[in-house]
């Protein structure tokens, strides 16, 4: 399985990034994809997954902020970042798993539940 984030970039406060996670490899019809970012000094923190149903979860602090989406035609998980503010400045990695429907209720606060990820794009976001 290859995850492939693109799409970060430098941006000021109040912009928008749409980041793209290139997904091959991975034939599992019950798959989750997810969306985490990580803070120079700070934990990885989850900010949102989306599964094979469709169904999505945000966290708190990105929710009607961020849209995240797939495209399966492309193989392709999205981020719509809106309304950027610094706090948003962070490493974000794409990552994909097959997780149950409990599990998937978890899929934002523990990250070892997935175990493939990308190498991260970079979001900075100036004020």
């Known amino acids: 399985v290859e995850l492939v984030e693109s799409g970060g970039a430098s941006v000021q406060a109040g912009g928008s990034l749409r980041l793209s996670c290139a997904a091959s490899?991975?034939?599992?019809?019950?798959?989750?994809m997810a969306w985490f970012r990580q803070a120079p000094g700070k934990e990885r923190e989850g900010v949102a997954a989306?599964?094979?149903?469709?169904?999505?979860i945000y966290a708190d602090s990105v929710k009607g902020q961020f849209t995240i989406s797939q495209d399966n035609a492309k193989n392709t998980l999205y981020l719509e970042m809106n309304s950027l503010k610094p706090e948003d400045t962070a490493m974000y990695y794409c990552?994909?798993?097959?997780?149950?429907?409990?599990?998937?209720?978890?899929?934002?606060?523990?990250?070892?539940?997935?175990?493939?990820w990308g190498q991260g794009t970079q979001v900075t976001v100036s004020s």
């Open positions: 990552a994909a798993d097959t997780l149950t429907a409990i599990q998937f209720l978890g899929a934002l606060t523990f990250p070892t539940l997935f175990g493939y």
């Open positions: 490899g991975y034939s599992d019809s019950t798959y989750c």
């Open positions: 989306i599964n094979s149903d469709g169904n999505t």
